[in-house]
Each structure stands twice: as C-alpha cells, then as structure tokens.
C-alpha cells in the first residue's frame, strides 16, 4: 500500500473527468480513477471510491450517499424530530459499517459534532441514547481522535449511571474500547478518570452476558497496549499494575472464565488479557494461586478452536517466561501436547504456530528434561514444517528446534567482509 494520500475531492474530481470527458459509464469511470492513483502509489484506504449522488435541482452540490445522510441526521437534530433523529441514527449507523472510508468521509465533514449533542435531546429515552451510543461507536471504529473530553465524561458518566443494564454499558464499553485503540491520550485520560473499576466492575455485575465480558476485557487488554506511534512513551506497563493492584483484575476475569467454558470467543478475549496482564512475578505466581495456570492448561487440553488455541499458548507462553516452576505444571497438565495438537489442526494459522513454537521454547529453555519428551510428541516435524509455511514463524521456530538440541542451520546475517559501515 502508498504511503501517499489524496482528498475525496480530488478523487471525485478524477471521476468525473473520465465520465465527462471520455464518456464512460459511472462504475467504468469508478475502477479507471482507483488504477490511476493506485499506479501511482497513492494509499485509497480512506477514499470513497464510488460516484457522488447527483446535484438536486435547489443548487445543492453533488454529495455522497454516507454524507447525505449526515445531512438529513444533523437537520434532525436541528429541529429536535425524535422520530426522524432515530431513523437517520440507524441509516447513518448502517452506512458507517459498511467501511471505513465512510467513516472517514463522515467525520472529516462533522458527524462528532452532530452524533454528540443527539444524545441531549435522547436524555432520558433509553432505546434513542442506544442508537446514538451505536452512532458514536460507528464514527469513532478507527477514529479516536475524534473524541473529545466532553464525549469521555459522558462516556465515564453512562457507565456510572446504567451499572445495571448490560445493553448500556455494553454500547458505551464499545465506544471506549475504540476511542483508546492507537490513541494513548485517551487511555491515559479515561484511565485518570476512573474507567478501569468501571470495566472490571461490569464483568462482575454482568458475569452472565458474554458480549459484556468479552468487551469490557478487551477494553481492559487495549489500555496496557502500545500502539500509539506518535508517543514515545505510553502508560501500559501502569495501567496493567493499576488492573492487577489496584482493581483486583487477575481474579476478575480468571473467575469470569469459568462461567464460560464453553464460549471459545469469551474464553480466548480472556486469556489474551490475562497474557497482557503477566508482566511481574507476582502477577504470574497470582494466577497460579487462583487456579488459573490449571484451568488454561486444562482449556488448551480440550478445545481445539483457532482463537482459544492461539490465545491460550500465548497467555502460557507468558507464565512459562515468568516463572519457570510453571513449566512442570504445564507439562504435567499437558500443555505441550495441547499446543503441539494446536500446531497440527490449524497449519495455516500463522499466529496459531508461532505462539505455539514460543510455549515450547519456554518450555524447554528453563528444562533441558522437557526436551526428550516433547521431541517424542513429534515436535520437530511440526515446528520444522511452521518455519517452512510460514516467514513470520522463522525466528521463533529456529529459536525452539535450536533449544530442543535438534539441528538448526543459523546464517549470519551480516560478516563485515563488503564493506564498513561508515560507508
């Protein structure tokens, strides 16, 4: 993909010459101007690619369909048309889905300012505060820095206020978990404003709805990433601290697990948590003492699902870095074998094979008397065939033959012999 960009304008400026000046048909015209600036490396990820409805006859310009519906939502609003606010809310929602371009486009002319003050007039009307709450969430998918810290008190504040309704706090969960992705401002502001025992305290309050704990653990997980490039240094490390210390998160969700056992969705936003939560000692000794060391060892055993299989070996894969007695448990429970299992029914999966070929170099590198044994499970055919299948695997799986004492052909990548590097 370009690293170079273009306005919608120009784009539809490009369109519209091809449909004016060398007649062709709209969806021609469509997939001739994509190839032109595609061929010139020009990123179209944002770009509405489709033709622009035509000007109405009051002199209004030509607008794409996702904008004339912002249009109408934000005339709505202007007016306080409830019924109307609500049919667009839904339209509008709808279309911001489809892509992101469509969000994109909306937000660029406004639709945070329009979808916000809709929750004013919705006050008080729970079925409307949903659909503007479903609106926002739309609008903000791959947006964050559209939020504004009015939009993170009222988000805060509904998460407060409606505790007891799981469709509320699932809506106004959604939107903070795409506010704080790739946006390490928001994390640290929402975080200040006490959204953490507001999250862990929805998965106790609705430990039986799985959209619930799945969300609200996810949204947990995304305040310890560091994904924001235009920081140099993020909050994860004290925000994971904060969930363990403070907000007693390791039992939360080990406890929430159990009441899924069988939702291999659930299950696998869990473990990836916990994994994301393993970053001291103590924290991993922790979930050994609340059982769940055993209950991930015992999940990987038994179910052979993509998410669960990578997540689990992920969230082991951490405990066997940390605490190396682990390593017994893990083999005595069969965790090995698991992940080997894994490795075989999902050959294609790379993140399947790679976390896998981790687990057993943890394994291994801590105790040397793993390696017989997990070598007569067939672990080096299997991790010898990931390194082939898979380039991201190359590393890790070399790693993992190399610290199972198998034959590994390690390349230098770089003898100093053409050359310095002062040149």
């Known amino acids: 993909m370009g ?3 273009i306005a919608q304008e120009t784009f539809d400026d490009a369109v519209q010459e091809n449909i004016m000046e060398f007649e062709m048909d709209p969806e021609e015209a469509v997939r001739e101007a994509v190839q032109q600036f595609e061929a010139q490396g020009v990123d179209l990820s944002n770009i509405v690619k489709a033709v622009r409805h ?3 006859e009051n002199g209004q310009k030509q607008k794409h369909e996702i904008l004339l519906t912002l249009d109408s939502l934000r005339r709505s609003v202007a007016d306080s048309d409830l019924t109307e606010m ?3 809310l839904v339209l509008f929602t709808e279309q911001c889905k489809e892509q992101l371009a469509f969000r994109y486009l909306a937000g660029q002319h406004g639709a945070y300012s329009v979808v916000f003050p809709a929750f004013q007039l919705a006050s008080g009307d729970r079925n409307l505060m949903l659909k503007v709450f479903y609106a926002l969430s739309a609008v ?4 964050p820095d559209l939020l504004d810290s009015v939009g993170q008190d009222l ?4 998460l407060k206020e409606y505790a007891e309704d799981a469709e509320m706090t699932l809506a106004a969960i959604r939107c903070i978990r795409h506010a704080c992705l790739k946006h390490e401002q928001n994390r640290q502001d929402l975080v200040k404003g006490g959204v953490l025992p507001l999250l862990t305290g929805a998965i106790v309050q609705h430990g039986d709805s799985a959209d619930v704990v799945r969300m609200a653990s996810s949204a947990l997980r995304i305040m310890t990433f560091d994904d924001d490039i235009r920081v140099p240094f993020g909050h994860a490390h004290d925000h994971a601290k904060m969930i363990v210390l403070e907000n007693d998160g390791l039992r939360v969700l080990i406890e929430a697990a159990k009441a899924f056992t069988d939702n291999s969705s659930v299950l696998s936003e869990l473990c990836a948590t916990l994994s994301r939560l393993s970053v001291r000692n103590e924290f991993c000794q922790e979930i050994v003492d609340l059982g769940g ?3 991930m060892v015992s999940l990987l055993a038994d179910c052979i699902d993509h998410p669960i299989c990578e997540q689990g070996c992920a969230a082991l894969c951490m405990l066997a870095l940390r605490k190396p007695e682990n390593c017994n448990v893990i083999m005595e429970g069969g965790g090995a074998l698991a ?4 490795m075989k029914a999902h050959p294609k999966e790379v993140a399947v094979q790679k976390q896998a070929c981790m687990l057993i170099r943890n394994l291994v590198s801590r105790s ?4 017989q044994p997990i070598l007569e499970m067939g672990a080096e055919n299997l991790i010898t065939e990931a390194r082939a299948t898979h380039k991201d695997c190359d590393d890790v799986a070399k790693a993992a033959l190399r610290d199972l004492g198998c034959k590994v052909e390690l390349r230098e990548l770089w003898t100093g012999q053409k050359g310095s590097l002062a040149q």
């Open 339 to 342: 992940a080997l299992q894994a």
């Open 155 to 158: 988000l805060l504040q509904t």
């Open 3 to 5: 690293s170079k960009q």
């Open 293 to 295: 060391l055993n209950f």
């Open 86 to 88: 609500a049919e667009q």
């Open 54 to 56: 035509p000007a109405s």
């Open 368 to 371: 040397r008397d793993f390696s």
């Open 140 to 143: 903000l998918d791959g947006q």
